[in-house]
């Protein structure tokens, strides 16, 4: 059974860096062509894809956020992070972790749940 | 970037009414779009990938369909559960871009 889970500080102030982790079971992120995607959502707004990492270690990110988006896995590839740096209250939205199973180009089949995030002064 | 323009954005239908719900892509994406559905306080899930092609589990009064650089959703016979925001996603090239996204309301 596949599953993802993400975690985050629910609350940080402006300026400060977001991390967060995506936890997820059933597959391993060493399959060949698997890929780990990190996407956001504003509330009542739609939905911002971020950067992903795939199995060989490679990543990418949305050039509007790159100069702030770092995405990471650990060595067991049962975790993926992202960390953002200098958030501000734009930053604030419910932020989702998905897979993509064969390569870059294959749809989001699992997502996780989301975590809310909240930049507030 | 590709940008995704969804239309309707909002939507009213009554029960068993046909639905259709159309993404225009700015450029060529081939069949690199997946369809999802977002319910209330919940993460999209995927219904329709490869831009004609029924994921897993979802009911098949749900279908995709493109012409060009459009692409359509349609549900056959509306659902009270079918109520919900879709989204369109082109996975053809980096960024992925998501439309913005259609509300589906019952009459």
């Known amino acids: 059974q596949v599953t993802l889970k993400e975690s985050g500080p629910g609350m940080l102030q402006p300026s400060k860096t977001l991390s967060l982790t995506c936890s997820f079971s059933g597959f391993s992120l060493s399959t060949s062509g698997m890929v780990v995607s990190w996407i956001r959502q504003p509330s009542g707004k739609s939905l911002e894809w971020l950067a992903a990492i795939d199995w060989d270690g490679d990543k990418y990110y949305n050039p509007s956020l790159k100069s702030r988006l770092t995405v990471s896995k650990d060595t067991s590839n049962t975790q993926v992070f992202l960390k953002i740096t200098s958030v501000d209250i734009a930053d604030t939205a419910t932020y989702y972790c998905a897979r993509s199973p064969y390569y870059y180009s294959s749809p989001f089949d699992y997502w996780g749940q989301g975590v809310m995030v909240t930049v507030s002064s | 970037d590709i940008q995704m323009t969804q239309s309707p954005a909002s939507l009213s239908a009554s029960l068993e009414e046909i639905v259709t719900i159309t993404c225009q892509a700015s450029q060529d994406i081939g069949n690199w779009l997946s369809w999802y559905q977002q319910k209330p306080g919940k993460s999209p899930q995927l219904l329709i990938y490869?831009?004609?092609s029924l994921a897993d589990g979802v009911p098949s009064r749900f279908s995709g369909s493109r012409s060009g650089t459009q692409y359509s959703l349609k549900i056959s016979r509306l659902q009270v559960e079918d109520i919900g925001i879709y989204y369109c996603l082109q996975a053809y090239s980096a960024p992925w871009t998501f439309g913005g996204g259609t509300k589906l309301e019952l009459k």
């Open positions: 490869g831009a004609t």
